[in-house]
């Protein structure tokens, strides 16, 4: 059965920086990591969840990653097959990325337990 595991949020203040990481196992027997398209979504309160960032399948010039223009320059995602984890690498946070950020795989239409993140000003 398909598990995603993120761990890595906590409150720092404003400028600062966090690194997520999203541990993926059952996803299919015979796949590895880098076969799946992976997304970071976030939810704060009383919002929607919101799509920020995804890595495609594939490796090398055949993976892409994409990102919302509110975090673009700002977060990294990125994949370490070996490790079957995703990682969402945030710098520069302000109080308004305070959310719960859930990793999520589409093709599977499956998501993690979420992480807190918490910005203070």
């Known amino acids: 059965q398909a598990q995603l595991e993120e761990s890595g949020g906590g409150l720092v203040e404003a400028g ?42 594939g490796d090398g010039d ?22 079957n984890t995703v990682y969402l690498q945030m710098n520069n946070l302000k109080p308004e990325d305070t959310a719960v950020y859930y990793c999520y795989v589409p093709y599977i239409n499956h998501w993690g337990q979420g992480t807190q993140v918490t910005v203070s000003s």
């Open 16 to 57: 600062g920086s966090l690194t997520l990481s999203c541990a993926a196992s059952g996803l299919k027997l015979g796949f590895g990591l880098n076969d799946w398209t992976i997304a970071w979504f976030r939810q704060a309160p009383g919002n929607e969840r919101e799509g920020l960032s995804c890595i495609t399948s």
């Open 62 to 83: 055949d993976e892409n990653t994409y990102y919302i223009d509110s975090v673009r320059g700002r977060f990294t995602i990125s994949r370490d097959n070996a490790k």
